[in-house]
């Protein structure tokens, strides 16, 4: 059964657009499973950079089909400008298929996702205030829009006149903000649809027949397994499930098809936006893995909070999603440390803990406990073979596999799509 599922094993930015790239050309399909364009993938193609946000990665190789799962919603203006934005560079984006069943991101999406935000000022999450949330609210009160009710006009403008009768009341009452005109939302979707109509297919039919003849299909999830609503930092989460059984679920596919799970780790961590993160570095380290990494977020454009592995989520990924490789990426990035230090255990109120909390209030108290690990100065963005890394580099890979409860099978050592280190092939 030649079906992948790839995700963060972080709290996403671990660099899955370069490993889904570095698949690409082996894999028939890949598909995006949950999230919207409050995710993105830097991809590097040669000298030329593209950053993805809707659009799943394989869609920058020639032979790989492209497809956004049910699971996903959907900005119709996001993605059809990032479709042209590729085109105007020479990419083919005609093989692109899109999930009838995706819910729909709405311009009352994306108003209400900001000014909720604003009204619980230090309370916030700190979500990207693309409408993410509040589309998949919708989808859960069963008040959505799909893909597919784009090419039904009585029954968009039911849906949308439902949804409007209560979100306006919110808007004006509680946010002091205009109501907004049900025409005017559904004469804007309406203009979507002539676009989307080409791309549009019932994907998880496709997608099960491709398994059963044998094509190798990649799910890819969007941010990282601490991110998710059940089983990540909540509240500051995102509104899907980006770990392994999403994609069963955004995908349509059953998990007795899924043949392998592969968790991208960086090999230092990094957030996004509020919540608790016990190895952050507020000091000069901190600065150095931004600058270093170009931690910046690829859709948000705000600086990633940084901080030292962290061996104790690793695990936690590989037990909730069930890994069984690891891709290790910006193992460059820690070039010119003399000692690394890496954190094995929390210290929560004098006690030593080895798996991550379930309680909030204990993860929020939690203190790393490091072990150092020598570090190297040699250039490795050459490197090759497992064996052409440093000593000291080969040395922090294993203790890093040991630590983390899954195998290391690749190894990111720059930026570039040939500066990956390949040591188990994942096919």
């Given at each position: 059964?030649?079906a992948?599922v790839?995700?963060g094993?972080?709290?996403?930015?671990?660099?899955k657009?370069?490993?889904?790239d570095?698949?690409g050309?082996?894999?028939d399909y890949?598909?995006?499973?949950?999230?919207?364009?409050n995710?993105?993938?830097?991809v590097v193609?040669?000298d030329?950079k593209?950053?993805?946000?809707?659009l799943?990665s394989g869609i920058?190789?020639?032979?790989?089909?492209?497809v956004?799962?049910?699971?996903v919603?959907v900005d119709p203006?996001?993605?059809?400008?990032e479709?042209?934005?590729l085109?105007?560079r020479g990419?083919?984006?005609?093989?692109l298929?899109?999930?009838g069943?995706?819910?729909?991101?709405?311009p009352y999406?994306?108003?209400?996702?900001?000014?909720t935000?604003r009204?619980?000022?230090t309370?916030?999450?700190?979500?990207?205030?693309?409408?993410?949330?509040?589309a998949y609210?919708?989808?859960?009160?069963?008040?959505?829009?799909r893909?597919?009710?784009?090419?039904?006009?009585s029954?968009?403008r039911?849906?949308v006149?439902a949804?409007?009768?209560?979100?306006?009341?919110?808007?004006?009452?509680?946010?002091?903000?205009?109501?907004?005109?049900?025409?005017a939302?559904?004469?804007q979707?309406?203009?979507?649809?002539?676009?989307?109509?080409?791309y549009?297919?019932d994907?998880?039919?496709?997608?099960?027949?491709?398994?059963?003849?044998?094509?190798?299909v990649l799910?890819?999830?969007?941010q990282?397994?601490?991110?998710?609503?059940?089983?990540g930092?909540y509240?500051?989460?995102?509104?899907?499930n980006?770990?392994?059984g999403?994609?069963?679920?955004g995908?349509?596919?059953g998990?007795?098809?899924?043949?392998?799970v592969?968790?991208?780790l960086?090999?230092?961590t990094t957030?996004?936006g509020?919540?608790p993160?016990p190895?952050e570095?507020l000091d000069?380290?901190g600065?150095?893995?931004?600058?270093?990494g170009?931690?910046?977020?690829?859709?948000?454009?705000r600086?990633?909070?940084?901080?030292?592995?962290?061996?104790?989520i690793a695990?936690?990924?590989?037990?909730?999603?069930?890994?069984?490789d690891?891709?290790?990426?910006?193992l460059?990035?820690?070039?010119g440390?003399?000692?690394?230090?890496?954190c094995?255990?929390?210290?929560?109120?004098?006690?030593?803990?080895?798996?991550l909390?379930?309680?909030?209030?204990?993860?929020h108290h939690?203190?790393?406990v490091y072990?150092?690990?020598p570090?190297w100065s040699e250039d490795?963005?050459?490197?090759?073979?497992?064996?052409?890394?440093?000593?000291?580099?080969?040395?922090?890979?294993k203790a890093l596999?040991?630590?983390?409860?899954a195998?290391?099978?690749?190894?990111?050592?720059?930026?570039g799509?040939?500066?990956t280190?390949q040591i188990?092939?994942f096919l």
């Open positions: 059964m030649p992948l790839l995700l094993a972080q709290w996403g930015d671990e660099g657009g370069k490993a889904t570095l698949l050309g082996s894999v890949v598909v995006r499973f949950q999230g919207g364009n995710a993105g993938h830097t193609v040669g030329q593209y950053a993805l946000h809707l799943p920058l190789s020639p032979g790989c089909t492209p956004i799962g049910n699971g919603v203006e996001v993605l059809l400008g479709l042209s934005a085109q105007a990419v083919d984006t005609s093989k298929l899109l999930s069943n995706a819910h729909l991101i709405t999406h994306t108003d209400l996702d900001k000014v935000e009204f619980l000022g309370r916030k999450i700190g979500t990207t205030g693309r409408g993410i949330g509040p609210a919708d989808k859960i009160n069963r008040v959505g829009i893909v597919q009710d784009l090419f039904d006009e029954i968009l039911q849906k006149d949804a409007l009768d209560q979100k306006n009341q919110i808007l004006a009452k509680l946010y002091n903000r205009r109501a907004i005109r049900p025409d939302v559904v004469e979707l309406l203009g979507y649809a002539g676009q989307l109509r080409p549009v297919a994907t998880t039919l496709l997608l099960n027949d491709a398994i059963d003849a044998g094509k190798v799910f890819e999830g969007g990282g397994t601490l991110l998710d609503v059940d089983h930092t509240p500051f989460v995102t509104s899907s980006p770990t392994a999403g994609a069963c679920t995908a349509g596919v998990p007795t098809r899924i043949s392998r592969i968790g991208i960086k090999a230092y957030r996004v509020a919540g993160f190895t570095l000069e380290d600065d150095r893995l931004r600058t270093v170009g931690e910046r977020g690829v859709t948000t454009g600086d990633r909070r940084c901080g030292w592995f962290d061996a104790v695990r936690y990924a590989t037990r909730v999603n069930g890994l069984t690891f891709f290790l990426t910006k460059d990035v820690l070039t440390w003399e000692r690394i230090p890496v094995v255990a929390y210290d929560i109120d004098g006690r030593r803990v080895t798996e909390p379930y309680s909030q209030t204990d993860f939690a203190t790393p072990e150092m690990l570090g490795i963005s050459k490197a090759t073979t497992f064996e052409e890394l440093p000593k000291n580099a080969q040395g922090y890979v596999e040991e630590m983390s409860g195998p290391v099978s690749a190894i990111g050592v720059g930026p799509r040939d500066e280190i188990n092939s």
